[in-house]
């Protein structure tokens, strides 16, 4: 049975709005998210040409890779007050912020270099999460990057006092498993006592045979 309706709902209610309410574009959170972002790009020679974020939010990402790079910049965000403060931030043009979810992107096959989400897989119901990274696959061209947090086997745990909404796993290992194309660039952990940011572990990857970064 999926959940992926309760969870999208979850996000566009009440709870969406109260989190895109309270969410930091503080100078200290969008210096955090700048760092986070020039780490997670050092290992490529040029940055992604464009780059979709699935469920931005209010745009801390979008933000700093506006400020760190000149990519042509999407994002795909459920929330509706999230997404008003999103298109109206200055990071990237009010039409590329567009009302969907993972599971299903309007974009075409391989049209965008990095499609990413931060934050996000760990929202989706176990039984969702595999078409929501074939729907990501399909749309990257060369890479796929996530910064979520990590457990060695699926957990699910506690969320704001809710339950239903919200998973750990090895998000790195579930990419590699199932998207065999996939080679791993880097990886990290962004400690949250030195970053600032939320004990996120990342993965970039690149789809094999796209490996020129020149
Ligand atoms: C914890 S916030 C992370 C926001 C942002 N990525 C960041 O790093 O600041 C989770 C976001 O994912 C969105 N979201 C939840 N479920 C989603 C889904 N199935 N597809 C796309 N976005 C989703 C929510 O609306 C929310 O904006």
Known sequence: M?????QVAFWRGEFGDDYADRNDASADALASRTAMWRRMLDPLVEPPRSILEVGANIGLNMR??????????HAVEPGAKAREILSSCGA??????????????????????MVFTSGVLIHIAPDDLLPACREMHRVSGRY???????NPVPVEIEYRGHTGF????DFGGFWM???PDLEL????????RATGLDDLTWWLFRKAGTDSDA
């Open 2 to 6: 999926t959940r992926e309706n309760d």
């Open 64 to 73: 700093a890779l506006a400020a760190i790079t000149r990519a042509d910049l």
């Open 92 to 113: 990237l043009p009010a039409e590329h912020v567009v009302d969907g979810t993972a599971a299903a992107l309007p974009f075409d096959d391989a049209s965008i270099d």
């Open 144 to 150: 796929i990057a996530c910064a979520e947090y990590f």
């Open 166 to 169: 919200l998973w750990k796993r």
């Open 177 to 179: 498993d199932n998207f």
């Open 185 to 192: 660039v880097d990886y990290g952990f962004f400690w949250k």
